[in-house]
């Protein structure tokens, strides 16, 4: 019975561990919409985030870069990013991103909005 609760025990710790990473929660504009210019791009997670050690990348069709570094913090929100953006045509966009978490696990993705005309 104590090998069984050990195993169950050590189960536990493994998929705690693997949910204590910072996942996407929501993302403004959102994957795959179609929106009026953005003046910025606001991605949330679930955990709390190290500020200066995350990014965010937004490419327009052509690959260049319309974001203006640095990456910021949502005032009052530990767990959003926010990047400011050069003006922006009509088009599709791609948004890269990197979070740190407090506890410093580093998760990556991307997705992909539309600007209408």
């Not at 929660?25 to 003046?39: E, F, H, L, M």
């Not at 997670?45 to 913090?73: H, N, Q, Y």
């Not at 767990?79 to 407090?102: D, F, H, I, M, N």
């Amino acid at each position: 019975m104590s090998r069984r609760f050990g195993l169950a025990l050590a189960f536990a710790l493994v998929a705690s561990q693997a949910f204590a990473h910072a996942h996407l929660k929501t993302a403004s504009p959102a994957d795959g919409a179609t929106v009026a210019p953005p003046g910025e791009i606001i991605l949330g997670f679930t955990e709390e985030l190290e500020v200066k050690l995350s990014s965010i990348t937004v490419k327009d069709a052509r690959g260049a870069t319309v974001s203006l570094a640095p990456v910021e913090a949502v005032p009052g929100d530990r767990k959003a990013l926010k990047v400011r953006l050069k003006p922006v045509s009509a088009g599709a966009y791609s948004v890269e991103w990197a979070a740190t978490s407090v506890d410093t696990h580093r998760v990556t993705g991307q997705y992909r909005f539309n600007v209408r005309p």
